[in-house]
């Protein structure tokens, strides 16, 4: 979503923070990227991330999700849906089934297009019978990395994407230095990976389906889409953290904007 703003889009990100300074820090943070916090606030601790990264790059994520998942359908209102015109699900929130679901038909009534990203292979293995339901009944673009494709499907990621798009309108699986595949109806499409050797792949996903998403709500091509995706994630790769530095986001604009010609 902070992306997303540096972009120029409309952005909201509705969560839950305890009482803390990291509640207070990403409190902050959402408001200076130009995004639109809906945060409740519970309890006296916030969900954390952990990250180690190795020497090539890759990372492994210890997570403790805090008051998140405590989340519930009375937080997510009609009124809050109503300004946007999609609605972007992380795949951790499959843990609160209630929330999904109720969250899900509010945004199909009023008319949002709904993204999933799976998030992570095992919160797929966990949930595989909901993902079964969801996917096909309500989601329209469905963002997945190539272990979580094969996770789902049981298949190598070329063949997952088959596998994958008849159930929505656009399926995406991000293949790391190999670049990401979109698919939609017969068309398919493959982009290369941005940006040189990572030295913290952390958030690559996230700013690939920033990029996407907003590529996609400016009219763009699959193509010019997931090539919005791949330049933010390869400028992300090149830093430690999940966030592209605030500096480069006029340089990003200019080629965003080549893209978009």
């Known amino acids: 979503m902070r992306a997303i703003s540096y972009l120029g889009g409309q952005a909201g990100f509705i969560g839950k923070i305890g009482h803390d300074h990291f509640g207070t820090f990403y409190e902050k943070e959402i408001r200076q990227a130009g995004t639109t916090p809906y945060l409740v606030k519970e309890g006296p601790v916030t969900g954390v991330s952990t990250i180690l990264i190795s020497p090539d790059g890759e990372r492994t994520m210890a997570t403790f999700l805090g008051p998140a998942p405590t989340l519930t359908a009375a937080d997510i209102t009609p009124d809050i849906l109503s300004t946007y015109q999609y609605m972007f699900v992380e795949g951790y929130l499959l843990v609160n089934e209630e929330l999904v679901r109720s969250t899900l038909q509010k945004a199909r009534q009023a008319g949002l297009k709904i993204v999933l990203d799976l998030a992570n292979f095992n919160i797929v293995n966990g949930f595989k019978s909901l993902l079964d339901e969801i996917i096909p009944g309500y989601v329209d673009i469905l963002l997945s990395n190539e272990p979580e494709a094969e996770a789902f499907?049981?298949?190598?990621?070329?063949?997952?994407?088959?596998?994958?798009?008849?159930?929505?309108?656009?399926?995406?699986?991000?293949?790391?230095?190999?670049?990401?595949?979109?698919?939609?109806?017969?068309?398919?499409?493959?982009?290369?990976?941005?940006?040189?050797?990572?030295?913290?792949?952390?958030g690559a996903g996230d700013n690939f389906a920033a990029g996407f998403l907003f590529g996609q709500n400016s009219g763009a091509s699959l193509e010019q889409s997931a090539r919005i995706g791949s330049l933010l994630a390869g400028y992300v790769i090149e830093e430690i953290g999940p966030q592209i530095s605030a500096g480069k986001w006029e340089q990003i604009k200019l080629k965003v904007n080549g893209i978009l010609k």
């Not at 994407?161 to 399926?171: H, L, S």
């Open 153 to 202: 499907t049981g298949l190598p990621a070329a063949e997952a994407i088959d596998k994958i798009t008849p159930m929505v309108d656009i399926c995406v699986v991000t293949l790391g230095k190999e670049g990401a595949l979109v698919a939609s109806g017969t068309e398919k499409v493959k982009v290369a990976a941005e940006g040189g050797k990572p030295v913290d792949t952390t």
